[in-house]
C-alpha cells in the first residue's frame, strides 16, 4: 500500500478505474449466461445449460436457482402477487398506516434521512447489497410460493427445500449452492495464501459492480412513476409483457449486448438471441408505438436511476392496476402535529 497521499490517491484511482471497467465487462459474460438460461444461446438445452452453468456460477450465481426463479420472472412479469423480483411492495409494508401516517420502518426512515438522504439509499441498497439480499430471499421476492400459497419462509436461492422451488428441481438448486459454496472457500483459501486485499481487489470489487449493473438494469427495466403493476384480476402475460421500459445505455449497450435498450422485445420473445435483438426491437416499436404499447425512455440512464429512486417506494396495494407512489407525497409526521 502506498504512504504518499499522491501515490495513495493513484492507487485509489487506478484500482477504481479496473474495477469499474473489468465488472463493466464480466456484465457481458453474465447477459450470456442469462441467455442460456433462456435457452436463447443454443439450439441444445444442455450445451445452453453448460455454458450458462460456468458462466454464472464462476460469478457466485447460483445458475439452476436463478434459471427457475428469473423463468417464474418471465411468465409472471408485473404481478403483484406472483410475481419475482422487483415486486413493488405496499405501504403498509413500508410502514404507512391506513390513513398513510409514518409508523415505522422506511416511512419513518425517510421522515428522519430526507428526501435527497433516501434517494441515494435507494441508490445504494439496490446496486451495492441488493443482488445478495435477493438471492438470500431478503428483498425484491415475490409473495407466493412455487405451489402458489403465500410465502411463509425466506425465499432464498440456495436450500433445496427453500419454497421458491418444487421437488422436482432441489437436486440442480443443490448443485448450484454447493458449486457457489465451493468457489466461496476457494476464494477464502486464497485470501490466506496470496492475502485478502489481492482478493479484494482483483475479485471482489468488479464483482460488485458487476451486481451493480445486473440489479441496475432490472431496477429500471421494471420500475418507473409511469408502469403499471397489476393483481391478479387484472394481470395479463401480455400485460405483464408489455409493461417493461427500454432505456439507452450508450457504450454500455455494445458491452452488455443490449440488454437494456431491448428489454420489450426480450420479454415478448425470451428464447432470442441478443444479437437479433436490435432488429427484433425495431420491428416491435414500429408495430406498437402508434398504439401507444411502446415503452421508451430516452431519459440518461443515472438521471433516470435518480428520479427512480425519489418516486417509486410503494404501491397502495396488492389489487386491480397499481403505480409507483413515492413517500416525498406523504405529510411528515411533524407536519401534522403542528396541524393537530
Same mark, same amino acid.
Given at each position: ?99 398513510? @401516517?409514518? !409508523? ?7 421522515? #428522519?434521512?430526507? %428526501?435527497?438522504?433516501?434517494?441515494? *439509499?435507494?441508490? +445504494? ?106 393483481? @391478479?384480476? !387484472? ?7 408489455? #409493461?417493461?421500459? %427500454?432505456?439507452?445505455?450508450?457504450? *454500455?449497450?455494445? +458491452? ?85
Amino acid at each position: 500500500l502506498p504512504t504518499d497521499p499522491l501515490s495513495a490517491i493513484g492507487w485509489v484511482a487506478g484500482w477504481s478505474f479496473y474495477a469499474f471497467w473489468m465488472g463493466t465487462i464480466l456484465t457481458g459474460p453474465w447477459v450470456l449466461g442469462h441467455e442460456c438460461g433462456h435457452g436463447a444461446f443454443s439450439s441444445s438445452q444442455m450445451f445452453n445449460d453448460i455454458v450458462g452453468f460456468i458462466i454464472h456460477q464462476a460469478l457466485l450465481v447460483p445458475y439452476f436457482a436463478w434459471q427457475y426463479t428469473h423463468a417464474k420472472h418471465h411468465r409472471r412479469t408485473n404481478h403483484l402477487t406472483d410475481g419475482e423480483s422487483h415486486v413493488p411492495s405496499t405501504g403498509r409494508e413500508n410502514g404507512l398506516g391506513e390513513h398513510n @401516517e409514518r !409508523e415505522s420502518f422506511y416511512a419513518v426512515l425517510h421522515e #428522519s434521512m430526507g %428526501d435527497g438522504a433516501f434517494a441515494f *439509499f435507494q441508490v +445504494f441498497t439496490h446496486l451495492v447489497i441488493g443482488w445478495p439480499l435477493y438471492l438470500m430471499g431478503l428483498a425484491s421476492t415475490g409473495r407466493l410460493a412455487y405451489d402458489g400459497s403465500p410465502l411463509e419462509d425466506f425465499a432464498d436461492h440456495f436450500r433445496p427445500g427453500s419454497p421458491m422451488f418444487p421437488p422436482k428441481i432441489r437436486a440442480k438448486i443443490l448443485l448450484s449452492t454447493l458449486t457457489t459454496f465451493a468457489l466461496l472457500g476457494y476464494l477464502g483459501y486464497l485470501c490466506t495464501t496470496v492475502g485478502v486485499l489481492p482478493v479484494m481487489l482483483w475479485y471482489v470489487a468488479p464483482y460488485m459492480v458487476t451486481n451493480g449493473w445486473l440489479v441496475l438494469y432490472t431496477w429500471l427495466q421494471h420500475t418507473d412513476p409511469s408502469i403499471p403493476h397489476y393483481g @391478479e384480476g !387484472e394481470w395479463t402475460w401480455v400485460k405483464g409483457a408489455l #409493461s417493461t421500459i %427500454d432505456r439507452d445505455y450508450g457504450i *454500455f449497450d455494445f +458491452f452488455h449486448h443490449r440488454i437494456g435498450s431491448t428489454h420489450v422485445a426480450h420479454h415478448l420473445f425470451h428464447e432470442l438471441p441478443c444479437y437479433h435483438a436490435l432488429e427484433a426491437t425495431n420491428a416491435i416499436k414500429a408495430y406498437l408505438e402508434p398504439m401507444g404499447l411502446y415503452n421508451y425512455d430516452p431519459t440518461p440512464w443515472y438521471i433516470a436511476m435518480w428520479k427512480v429512486a425519489h418516486t417509486c417506494h410503494y404501491v397502495e396495494g396488492t389489487d386491480g392496476i397499481q403505480y409507483f407512489k413515492s413517500l416525498e407525497d406523504v405529510p411528515l409526521s411533524k407536519d401534522l402535529k403542528k396541524e393537530s
